[in-house]
């Protein structure tokens, strides 16, 4: 019976932990959300839900030895869980509320700001934080008093089930629960697994004696030397432990990525270590005879085992590169190659970090009495390490001395620890056995040497940012070793949030976050340079300009050409501001700039706290297959954008059409539209990046203000003109789909959300994938039809000047081959007034130079109708008659033309064609050669009298 009953709260409580990490990943995503994203805010919400942990299980130790029911305890724990979980989705909107209201009083001082937000983390979590901490003391009491065991292996069991729950519950909720059902669902469905926990503990105790249970006695409170010193070395165990894994985290995001699916895997990985550490050291023997000499044995053994796993982190690129090409790209054996990767980096240390506890809790906790309190006091002694080693690590020093520096800094303490407590030991004499002095001497001589040794971790700038996790496919072709020869590393910072280094490579610079390059002066010119113009060259009045991701600072830079009187621009990663400088020449300085405003925060949160109106907002993240970067794409996000539009204001957003299949990209699309439902695509036809521009009203282009742009800002032009858009025609090549036909490419289906972030999980399936790039730009083509122009805005004082400038830039477009939007220009001047012969003749052409004569023949003749002596409407249409083999209809209307006074030498060498096709071989050749006073050099016509004169001769 008693087995029976242990093993059931076994059970229990690994589903507890399964639902403990979802919660923990679930509450952060959602306080993030608001709060930001920055390292900081990232920060407060851990360290709120980890003090929450220490506070309960101190508090709730206390209760567990003063209750003769410990299961009811853990029953009422468990309730209460599972009740707080399904008032989330209530209680955490009106937290957000809450601080949304009271953000405007402390906006400008950042130590209140991150004040503000950890008290409304702390006061949203404490309550159940507490309860979960809580359920370990609580239930160590009750299974020590049923378990003829030592305290060390009961408390091993129990930390090792429950951290196995843990894995279970971050793989699931990574790649199931959130994926498939979103926060709130994926709350509602643990919150009833809590309360069925929370039911079958009820029934276990009311169903099973309690005569075994571990009496409420009363103990002395005074720990002895052996006590205190296990609890400080458990201390700074978890606070190496959290260090480590900050480190391990940034150090895998630059090798396998910074995808959910990575950090998911990730801390899968170092819960596994813990998890098997903890088991193996719970039936280990000697951990009951000796178990401080064991924790001594074991702390050495997490900072040994760091120490040399570190050495490898230069072949970790390479390794990656290897298994990519074992896996031929495919998406799940990329994530096994992943999970190999962690855990060849992060199991070693991670298991020994795993058997401490156990270890610990050998020490410190007495069958005898105060179980549940002892149990919490070291609980919250690992707890609070951990928060300091992640705060520490993560926000003070990584942005201070690096990831190379911090892990051998935190790997020399976790040494230093180890050579302190095992001197005491010795000194103590609590290794009594000279087998256990031995060993002892034996690690802090290892220790000594690891401490004296000029040892360093593998640390290759160049090669960590070579950003073998996005470019595996690339270095199949060409050695990651040899392409590093080709370039330069001309600036490089750990910061706070990334990875940022700036790279020469002959005569382009690159800037690249955690390896991946997000601007520099190659392809990513034009968008950088267009998605600050072009929604410039739409609004050239726009007075306030929001640019959101300034890294190289050059869309900023292309904004600061125009008239706008503010550009504030939001950057979540200190280290970029230092590597934008590398950009100058291409940014203008925009830092420098007295109207340029550089705020370091989270987009997001930036959106929702900021009391200004913008005229225009610009946004550039990365791509939306990384963590962080696919908030900035979901409903929310958008409609925090719009919130910040003036009335007529414009909003432009990047996006790739590389590494993204096209159902995602009808994702993005249609989420946008459910915001700006006036918004049009924009695809330059050299990069493989999109713009969409989008607005609550519609958005028209005023050719006037184009053409007085162009005409007027020498310094915008040129710029713009560096990338392809030299005049106001060039403007058009880029326009791909209005609203009506962006609305029917994405069609209906699913909108990205913050509750269910779809595009998180959807796009890093296609990150390897070559062939998504054609298809969408295929799909976008087939999407456009026949024609392709923005609305035009058009007062009627200026109809005829804007006619005009159509009937040319239609007549530009086709002469370069850009027969949708040409088609689209001639269309629009025939909108704006259907009785000019000359918009009538102009589609013709265009019509006619895209290979459509049937086409072509229509409008021509519209445009002889409405002008019968239109000298190029007779001209063209010879020309289509000719091509579709009617040569009697164009010797007509190519005599007319010529009749009419139209004369070219293009025109006369196809009379000549003509005439030549009809038999009339003399009148072909003066044709001709009239086509050759008129330019000698033209080969056709050279060809053709050749052609001619030898036909005649015989």
């Excluded at 030895?65 to 707080?84: K, N, T």
């Excluded at 005023?702 to 403007?731: F, H, M």
Aim: charged share 15%; with cysteine; hydrophobic share 45%.
């Amino acid at each position: 019976m008693r087995d029976l009953c242990y093993r059931g709260l076994l059970a229990l409580f690994f589903l507890s932990g399964a639902t403990g990490l979802i919660y923990e990943v679930v509450w952060t995503n959602l306080l993030t959300l608001f709060f930001g994203s920055t390292t900081l805010a990232v920060s407060t919400v851990l360290t709120a839900f980890m003090s929450g942990l220490a506070i309960g299980s101190i508090t709730l130790g206390r209760l567990a030895d003063r209750s003769a029911r410990p299961v009811r305890v853990y029953a009422a724990l468990e309730l209460f869980i599972g009740l707080y979980a399904l008032a989330t989705p209530v209680l955490f909107p009106l937290l957000e509320k809450i601080y949304i209201s009271l953000y405007p009083s402390i906006t400008g001082s950042p130590s209140s700001t991150g004040l503000l937000r950890f008290a409304c983390a702390f006061l949203s979590l404490l309550l159940p934080t507490a309860a979960m901490g809580g359920t370990l003391p609580v239930l160590s009491r009750f299974v020590l008093g049923s378990k003829a065991w030592g305290s060390g292996r009961v408390l091993g069991v129990l930390y090792s089930v429950n951290t196995i729950g843990a894995v279970t519950g971050v793989l699931g909720a990574g790649m199931l629960l959130l994926p498939e059902l979103g926060s709130n669902w994926t709350l509602i469905t643990c919150g009833i697994i809590n309360l069925g926990i929370a039911m079958a503990a009820w029934f276990i105790d009311r169903r099973y004696s309690t005569t075994t249970w571990l009496p409420s006695r009363a103990a002395s409170e005074k720990k002895s030397a052996r006590e205190i010193t296990a609890v400080a070395v458990l201390f700074c165990s978890g606070m190496v432990a959290l260090a480590l894994e900050v480190l391990w985290t940034r150090v895998l995001a630059l090798v396998i990525g910074s995808t959910t699916y990575a950090f998911t895997i990730m801390l899968a990985t170092f819960l596994i270590g813990i998890a098997s550490g903890s088991a193996v050291a719970s039936r280990l023997k000697s951990l009951e005879r000796q178990p401080l000499i064991m924790l001594i044995l074991f702390q050495g053994g997490v900072a040994l085992a760091a120490m040399l796993t570190s050495t490898l982190f230069n072949s970790l690129p390479a390794l990656f590169v290897s298994l990519y090409s074992l896996t031929g790209g495919d998406f799940a054996h990329i994530l096994l190659g992943q999970l190999v990767l962690g855990f060849i980096l992060m199991f070693p240390a991670t298991f020994f970090m795993g058997a401490s506890f156990p270890a610990a809790a050998g020490v410190v906790v007495s069958r005898n009495g105060q179980v549940g309190r002892r149990t919490g006091f070291i609980y919250a002694g690992n707890t609070i390490g951990a928060i300091l080693g992640s705060f520490a690590t993560g926000f003070i020093l990584i942005p201070a001395v690096g990831l190379s520096s911090t892990t051998q800094l935190t790997i020399k303490v976790g040494l230093m620890v180890t050579l302190l407590v095992a001197i005491v030991a010795l000194w103590s004499k609590w290794a009594p056995a000279p087998g256990q002095r031995r060993w002892l001497a034996g690690l802090a001589g290892l220790v000594v040497i690891g401490l004296v040794s000029p040892w360093q971790p593998g640390w290759d700038e160049k090669l960590m940012t070579s950003g073998a996790h996005v470019y595996a496919d690339r270095y199949q072709a060409i050695n990651i070793q040899d392409r590093l020869k080709q370039q330069q590393l001309l600036f490089y910072k750990d910061g706070p949030v990334a990875t940022v280094a700036v790279v020469q490579e002959g005569q382009r610079r690159f800037l690249t976050v955690d390896g991946k390059t997000d601007a520099g002066t190659g392809e990513d010119m034009i968008t950088q340079v267009l998605l600050g113009g072009l929604p410039l060259l739409i609004r050239p009045q726009a007075d306030g300009v929001l640019v959101i991701g300034y890294a190289s600072g050059i869309t900023a830079g292309t904004v600061s050409l125009f008239e706008a009187s503010r550009i504030d621009c939001v950057e979540i990663e200190p280290a970029m501001i230092t590597a934008s400088r590398f950009f100058d020449d291409e940014n203008y300085g925009v830092i420098d700039d007295p109207r340029c405003r550089i705020v370091l925060d989270d987009a997001r949160s930036f959106l929702r706290t900021c009391p200004i109106e913008y005229d225009v907002i610009t946004s550039e993240p990365s791509n939306p297959w990384q963590a962080g970067s696919s908030r900035l794409f979901t409903r929310e996000a958008f409609a925090y954008a719009r919130a910040r539009l003036a009335p007529q204001g414009i909003m432009a957003q990047w996006m790739h059409l590389y590494w993204i299949d096209t159902e995602s990209l009808q994702l993005i699309i249609r989420t946008f539209l459910s915001v700006f439902p006036h918004a049009t695509l924009w695809v330059d036809p050299v990069v493989s990046d999109a713009i969409l521009i989008g607005a609550e009203l519609p958005v028209e282009i005023s050719p006037i203000d184009l053409i007085r742009t162009y005409q007027t800002n020498e310094r915008a032009v040129s710029s713009l003109r560096k990338v392809g858009y030299s005049s106001a025609w060039t403007v058009f090549r880029a326009f791909a789909l209005d609203s009506d036909k962006l609305r029917a490419f994405a069609s209906e289906g699913e909108i990205n959300t913050d509750d269910l972030p779809l595009l998180q999980y959807r796009a890093p399936k296609a990150m390897f994938a070559s062939d998504y790039l054609a298809a969408n730009l295929d799909a976008i083509r087939q999407a456009q039809g026949t024609s392709a122009f923005p609305r035009l805005g058009v007062t009627p004082n200026d109809r005829d000047t804007v006619i005009a400038y159509l009937q040319n830039w239609a007549q530009q477009l086709a002469r370069n081959r850009f027969q949708t939007q040409a088609a689209g220009a001639a269309a629009a001047a025939i909108r704006l007034d259907d009785n000019r012969a000359e918009s009538y003749s102009v589609m013709g052409n265009v019509q006619m130079w895209g290979g459509n004569p049937n086409e072509a023949i229509g409008y021509l003749r519209q445009a002889i109708e409405l002008d019968p002596g239109h000298g190029p409407a007779h001209a063209n249409l010879g020309s289509c008659y000719m091509q579709i083999g009617e040569p009697d209809k164009a010797n007509q209307y190519l005599a007319r033309a010529i009749a009419l006074g139209e004369e070219s030498s293009d025109l006369r060498n196809t009379y000549a064609v003509v005439l030549y096709g009809l038999g009339d071989r003399l009148g072909a050749i003066q044709q001709v050669r009239r086509a050759l006073e008129l330019n000698p050099d033209n080969p056709q016509a050279l060809a053709n009298l050749k052609r001619f004169q030898d036909d005649s001769s015989d």
